[in-house]
């Protein structure tokens, strides 16, 4: 038996003598167990950074007191955040440090916020000084209302990133996963930070493993509909749907090529699940795997060169690489226990999976070209689907946790973790920009 994570149904195998025959069936996700609270990060050597020195100052107001004051209370613990998350910052606050003394004895930078507004229109004005100089190296003016605020201090987080890290920052990236409402499953998407979710899917029915294009326009999950599985395009602006495959045999785990032009799946068609590819308009349907074991959930290389699996063709689930057209399959996975749900890092570097440890999964991280690898998250409790960011630093992952499921921030290289304030059983999230 294998069981399909990333999709998070559990394909079970029966052998039927007669015909030598595979058949599969697709159930509900089991229910989160109960487990310790615990989390231990195990970090590879020498990926650990020295935080930037950031103060945020308190913001300031200016205009229409009460509408800036509005916005001050809400836009500054939504900053801080980003910045902590971004795991580039050592960040600390208070007022601004203009005195003199103050200033000698400070590194780093400092970033200043003054909103004013006028009437329902706010204008965020940014500075960054220098310290202990504190000469201003960046600065600019970001137009806001109260319904696009948090966005926007997500797009101001960003360009700190930016200016200050030189990378690109995360905080307006969104993740997409799949809700346990009733009896149904729908999918959701939601800001990076787990807050302003949106519910994508209404069809009361059984939605599994999104996957977003990679300009945000398309989204193609795994659906039951009339007792199997089939895969379903949405155009996100509109709404509408239409089965972009459809049986014979269950269809799972979708996944989009970085073009946003095909979708690779898993389908049991030909009576054990085969890994294929169909165009975004159904046309050109291409099976890659031929082998007579199970090969489900993949994961597309940044480049689209290569697609990464998960296969039990050795009597137990490892991950694999092929191809894009099939060819040049090799394990990637050492460990002998089960490992699940690949997911290809942006770089294409790094494969990030789960793995199977004493009755419980953890997060494990792989070179692709080598194969060395190690665990990221090690303890009692249990860290499943992993997705990578578009930065290659984090990754969201459903970690079970007291009892509940919830979908957590890890990042790579500190090792700090960050629980997103998403509440009910979710599945199967996936991190797009």
Not at 41 to 60: S, V
Not at 224 to 231: C, S
Request: proline share 4%.
């Amino acid at each position: 038996m294998i069981s399909n994570s990333l999709t998070r149904i559990t394909v079970v195998i029966m052998v039927v003598a007669a015909a030598a025959a595979l058949i599969l069936r697709a159930s509900v996700p089991r229910k989160a167990e109960a487990r310790s609270t615990e989390v231990r990060i195990g970090l590879k050597r020498g990926l650990k950074r020295d935080p930037i020195p950031l103060r945020l100052d308190d913001w300031t107001s200016a205009g229409d007191m009460a509408g800036a004051a509005s916005a001050t209370t809400t836009g500054k613990p939504v900053l801080e955040n980003d910045l902590t998350i971004s795991g580039l910052f050592g960040v600390t606050t208070g007022s601004s440090v203009s005195d003199s003394t103050a200033v000698a004895g400070l590194s780093g930078y400092e970033l200043a916020v003054e909103v004013h507004a006028t009437g329902r229109d706010e204008d965020l004005n940014v500075r960054v000084y220098s310290l202990p100089g504190r000469s201003v190296v960046w600065q600019k003016t970001y137009r806001a209302t109260d319904t696009i605020l948090r966005r926007v201090v997500h797009e101001i987080s960003d360009d700190v990133v930016f200016q200050l890290a030189g990378e690109t920052g995360i905080a307006q990236s969104q993740i997409a996963y799949s809700l346990e409402l009733g009896r149904a499953r729908e999918i959701f998407i939601a800001d990076y930070d787990g807050f302003n979710p949106r519910q994508a899917t209404r069809d009361r029915n059984l939605d599994f493993s999104p996957s977003l294009s990679s300009d945000g326009r398309w989204l193609v999950y795994s659906s039951l509909r009339r007792q199997t599985y089939a895969i379903v395009l949405q155009d996100i602006s509109t709404g509408r749907e239409r089965v972009l495959f459809e049986g014979p045999g269950s269809a799972l785990s979708p996944a989009f090529s970085p073009d946003g032009e095909s979708v690779a799946f898993a389908t049991s068609r030909d009576g054990n699940h085969e890994i294929y590819t169909v165009k975004r308009d159904g046309t050109g349907l291409a099976r890659l795997t031929r082998s007579e074991a199970i090969d489900v959930q993949p994961s597309w290389s940044p480049d689209g060169r290569q697609i990464a699996f998960c296969s039990d063709r050795t009597g137990t689930a490892g991950i694999y690489v092929m191809g894009s057209d099939g060819t040049d399959t090799r394990r990637i996975s050492r460990d002998r226990n089960r490992c699940e749900a690949p997911s290809w890092s942006p770089k294409g570097v790094l494969l990030a999976y789960m793995a199977r440890v004493s009755g419980t999964y953890d997060t494990r991280i792989a070179d692709v070209a080598t194969g060395n690898d190690y665990n990221l998250t090690q303890g009692n409790g249990s860290d499943e689907s992993p997705h990578w960011a578009a930065n290659g630093r984090h990754l969201v992952v459903v970690a079970h946790r007291g009892g509940e499921t919830g979908l957590f921030i890890l990042n790579s290289e500190s090792g700090e973790t960050f629980h997103l304030p998403i509440r009910g059983n979710v599945e199967t999230p996936t991190w797009y920009r």
